[in-house]
């Protein structure tokens, strides 16, 4: 995605913002950051036909800049190659939102008016039932979308879940829960990317020897590991929480069939220093194979290692999120001798602060 426009929802009144491969979106809680994130959330429910579902059982008045008294619209335009694109508006009825509008944009095609209008004045899209060309490519696009969250690393948390070698296989589930099953895969097709994220996660564990993936004989298989230093195989639970967050983080990288993007919150939760620096090497090595990254965090460890333009900075104003990209000739002079993180931390980069 090129680009995306966004109106109407939650802390967001109104963003026009370019995407780059790498995106990461760094201010204070509260800030709107969490609000951008899961916008793609909602474009996943859309595209799924389940906003209904959704927005009545997260609360449909929240959803809206600052109440339906404010705001009764929520709309949204995505920018792909060229000058495609799909935008669609939502309009606050009684019952929910109504589609009053839902559009396909064809790039320099002299034959066809845009937006070529897709829209049901229904509840949900149409979008999946669509046969014109373009909406192959958007449906591509919208069905690899998905938010990861890798904070929950307790005794019942999804690293810690039966997951099937035949069912779960096919993708990295967005909280983890199918790791054991995607890794089993993994390993069996395509052992060289194995041994890449076996050898990653031992450069911040060494202890760590291999995982033990074994399937149960009705084809269930759990998350277990081996240690340099004793025969045992352990479970999940014996790993500290950063290092769980770590295996699903390199999972994710160095999967051998990248999504067009990956969207996290927070991927620097419990890890060292030392791991934060693996991980931003991660991001950049797939963003540089046509892997698109968007990230929030509040980690100036994190930042440390990117240039300006990877970053926006968020902050909320009277209620209202404020996105900007950062620029290296404004900071060009302060970069001589100061680290992209430095500058955030001394105000000079003024924006992202909570007392902006």
Request: net charge neutral; aromatic share 12%; charged share 20%.
């Given at each position: 995605?090129?680009?995306?426009?966004?109106?109407?929802?939650?802390?967001?009144?109104?963003?026009?913002?370019g995407?780059?491969?790498i995106?990461?979106?760094?201010?204070?809680?509260?800030?709107?950051?969490?609000n951008?994130?899961?916008?793609?959330?909602?474009?996943?429910?859309?595209?799924?036909?389940?906003?209904?579902?959704?927005?009545?059982?997260?609360?449909?008045?929240?959803f809206?800049h600052?109440?339906d008294?404010?705001?009764?619209e929520?709309?949204?335009?995505?920018?792909?190659?060229?000058?495609?694109?799909?935008?669609?508006?939502l309009?606050?009825?009684?019952?929910?939102?109504?589609?009053?509008?839902?559009?396909?944009?064809?790039?320099?095609?002299?034959?066809?008016?845009?937006?070529?209008?897709i829209?049901?004045?229904?509840?949900e899209?149409?979008?999946?039932?669509?046969?014109?060309?373009?909406a192959?490519?958007?449906r591509?696009y919208?069905?690899s979308?998905?938010?990861?969250?890798?904070?929950?690393t307790?005794?019942?948390?999804?690293?810690n879940k039966?997951?099937?070698?035949e069912?779960?296989?096919?993708y990295?589930?967005?909280?983890?829960?199918?790791i054991?099953?995607?890794?089993y895969?993994i390993?069996n097709?395509n052992p060289?990317?194995?041994?890449?994220?076996?050898?990653?996660i031992q450069?911040?564990?060494?202890?760590?020897l291999?995982f033990?993936?074994?399937p149960?004989?009705?084809?269930?298989i759990?998350?277990?590991?081996?240690?340099?230093?004793?025969?045992?195989?352990?479970g999940?639970?014996?790993?500290?929480?950063?290092?769980?967050?770590f295996?699903?983080?390199?999972?994710?990288?160095?999967?051998p069939n990248m999504?067009h993007?990956?969207?996290?919150?927070?991927?620097?939760?419990?890890?060292?220093p030392?791991a934060?620096?693996?991980?931003?090497?991660?991001?950049k090595?797939?963003?540089?194979?046509n892997?698109q990254?968007?990230?929030?965090?509040q980690?100036t460890?994190?930042?440390?290692h990117?240039?300006?333009?990877?970053v926006i900075t968020?902050?909320?104003?009277?209620g209202?999120s404020?996105?900007?990209r950062?620029?290296?000739?404004?900071?060009?002079i302060?970069?001589?001798d100061?680290?992209?993180?430095?500058l955030?931390?001394?105000n000079?980069i003024?924006t992202?602060?909570?007392n902006f």
């Open positions: 995605m090129n680009k995306i426009d966004i109106y109407g929802y939650k802390s967001i009144k109104e963003l026009s913002i995407l780059l491969p995106n990461i979106l760094i201010g204070a809680n509260g800030s709107g950051k969490s951008f994130l899961s916008f793609f959330d909602f474009l996943r429910q859309v595209y799924n036909r389940n906003l209904q579902e959704y927005v009545a059982l997260k609360g449909g008045d929240t809206l600052k109440g008294k404010i705001t009764d929520i709309s949204t335009k995505l920018y792909f190659q060229g000058t495609n694109a799909y935008s669609f508006t309009k606050k009825g009684n019952a929910g939102f109504i589609f009053t509008k839902e559009g396909m944009w064809y790039g320099n095609n002299p034959y066809i008016t845009n937006p070529v209008d829209a049901s004045v229904g509840p899209s149409t979008l999946r039932f669509e046969t014109m060309p373009r192959k490519y958007i591509q919208l069905n979308l998905a938010k990861y969250h890798f904070h929950d307790g005794e019942n948390s999804p690293f039966e997951s099937n070698i069912n779960d296989k096919y990295l589930y967005d909280k983890g829960s199918n054991a099953a995607f890794l895969n390993q097709k060289i990317v194995y041994n890449l994220i076996v050898k990653t450069s911040i564990a060494p202890y760590f291999d033990f993936l074994q149960e004989d009705n084809g269930n759990k998350l277990r590991w081996r240690s340099k230093y004793s025969p045992v195989i352990y999940v639970n014996s790993l500290s929480d950063g290092t769980i967050r295996i699903a983080l390199a999972t994710l990288f160095l999967q999504p993007t990956i969207i996290i919150d927070e991927p620097e939760l419990g890890l060292h030392t934060i620096a693996k991980l931003a090497g991660l991001i090595s797939v963003a540089a194979k892997c990254v968007i990230i929030a965090t980690s460890d994190l930042i440390s990117f240039t300006p333009e990877d968020v902050d909320n104003k009277d209202e404020v996105f900007e950062l620029n290296s000739d404004s900071l060009r302060w970069l001589e100061y680290t992209i993180d430095d955030w931390k001394r000079i003024s992202g602060h909570p």
